[in-house]
């Protein structure tokens, strides 16, 4: 794999900026269209740190529109027909974004992140030791940490700023926040795709531990899937044949990166530590290898 030039930040003159998240910068196209751009900033504990990791927004905008084509049965997806090439018809100024851009409709994102566990993990793993439940869900008593659970659960969380820490809330929390039927779909919705998407990265070597999924909704009402589907950023992926219960197995995602920050005398806010060139370097080959076993991407 050929070193790619990283993009910590986008600059699109011809359009107007309406955020930079942790990772990516959204502008303005019209009223019904939004252009995202997916830069290789990495957010670790909710810190965006000062490094980027090189050709990670590419990846992920790959992996990303090979799951929303792979899952459009179970729910449509937030991804526009428009070209970009009719959104930035300057290709000097298109050439930064090419690969890791998509032109999205404008939506109304919900206010939960719908998280589903398949496997006992990170903060679920904690938080199991100190009560046998996670969210309020009770688990069977005697599991060892990176085991899998009977069937996977969904516990949302509340989405923060950045900078903030997202919490984990009750399901009854969700249906104060946006009504029982949406709240029930969000859910049910998530299992689905969760459950669908294992099945399928099992059969190519990668177990996915855990995942994150987004939702909005259209003027109707309608629910989409939106901003990423499962990539190395928003869940946890585990190579098969190294999963042992027992032990946090190695992965292909930024738990490399947050292994190495927990080594460092660092309180977890802003600003973030630097990464040495051979951790930004390891933790891209990860997420490439990710892609290439996910989509049979020859690149």
Same mark, same amino acid.
């Given at each position: 794999m050929n070193a790619p030039e990283a993009l910590y930040e986008s600059n699109l003159p011809s359009l107007t900026l309406r955020a930079r998240g942790k990772v990516r910068d959204i502008y303005d196209i019209d009223d019904q269209h939004m252009l995202i751009v997916t830069t290789d900033r990495l957010s670790a504990f909710d810190v965006i740190l000062?490094? =980027?990791?090189?050709?990670?927004?590419?990846? #992920?905008?790959?992996?990303?529109?090979?799951?929303?084509a792979k899952m459009q049965h179970i729910l449509p997806n937030h991804l526009s027909d428009m070209p970009l090439e009719q959104v930035v018809p300057d290709a000097t100024e298109r050439a930064q974004i090419e690969g890791r851009a998509i032109v999205v409709k404008l939506l109304k994102p919900l206010p939960v992140e719908a998280i589903v566990?398949?496997?006992?993990? $990170?903060?679920?793993?904690? /938080? !199991?030791?100190?009560?046998? %439940?996670?969210? $309020? #869900?009770?688990?069977?008593?005697?599991? @060892?940490?990176?085991?899998?659970?009977?069937? =996977?659960?969904?516990?949302?969380?509340?989405?923060? %700023?950045?900078?903030q820490h997202d919490e984990n809330v009750?399901?009854?929390? *969700?249906?104060?926040?946006? $009504? @029982?039927?949406? %709240?029930?779909?969000?859910?049910?919705?998530?299992?689905?795709?969760?459950? +669908?998407?294992?099945? !399928?990265a099992k059969e190519r070597g990668i177990i996915i531990a855990d995942t994150k999924f987004e939702f909005g909704v259209d003027d109707e009402g309608v629910l989409y899937l939106i901003d990423e589907a499962l990539? =190395? /950023?928003?869940?946890?992926?585990?190579?098969?044949?190294? !999963?042992?219960?027992?032990?946090?197995? =190695?992965s292909f995602d930024k738990q490399y990166i947050r292994d190495y920050l927990e *080594?460092? /005398?660092? /309180?977890? *806010?802003?600003? $973030?530590?630097?990464?040495?060139?051979?951790?930004?370097?390891?933790?891209?080959?990860? !997420?490439? +290898?990710?892609?290439?076993?996910? *989509? @049979?991407?020859?690149?």
């Amino acid at each position: 794999m050929n070193a790619p030039e990283a993009l910590y930040e986008s600059n699109l003159p011809s359009l107007t900026l309406r955020a930079r998240g942790k990772v990516r910068d959204i502008y303005d196209i019209d009223d019904q269209h939004m252009l995202i751009v997916t830069t290789d900033r990495l957010s670790a504990f909710d810190v965006i740190l000062p490094d =980027p990791i090189p050709g990670k927004g590419r990846v #992920l905008t790959s992996v990303s529109n090979f799951w929303f084509a792979k899952m459009q049965h179970i729910l449509p997806n937030h991804l526009s027909d428009m070209p970009l090439e009719q959104v930035v018809p300057d290709a000097t100024e298109r050439a930064q974004i090419e690969g890791r851009a998509i032109v999205v409709k404008l939506l109304k994102p919900l206010p939960v992140e719908a998280i589903v566990r398949g496997y006992l993990i $990170g903060s679920g793993w904690k /938080d !199991y030791q100190k009560t046998g %439940a996670i969210c $309020g #869900l009770q688990l069977p008593e005697g599991l @060892q940490q990176a085991a899998q659970l009977p069937a =996977p659960i969904y516990t949302p969380s509340t989405k923060a %700023a950045v900078d903030q820490h997202d919490e984990n809330v009750s399901f009854e929390k *969700t249906v104060a926040l946006m $009504g @029982q039927e949406l %709240a029930e779909k969000v859910r049910d919705a998530s299992l689905k795709l969760y459950q +669908e998407a294992a099945a !399928y990265a099992k059969e190519r070597g990668i177990i996915i531990a855990d995942t994150k999924f987004e939702f909005g909704v259209d003027d109707e009402g309608v629910l989409y899937l939106i901003d990423e589907a499962l990539t =190395p /950023d928003s869940s946890r992926f585990w190579p098969a044949d190294q !999963y042992q219960v027992g032990i946090s197995p =190695p992965s292909f995602d930024k738990q490399y990166i947050r292994d190495y920050l927990e *080594t460092l /005398d660092w /309180d977890k *806010t802003a600003p $973030g530590p630097h990464l040495p060139a051979e951790v930004a370097k390891y933790c891209a080959e990860k !997420y490439h +290898e990710a892609e290439v076993r996910l *989509t @049979q991407a020859n690149v």
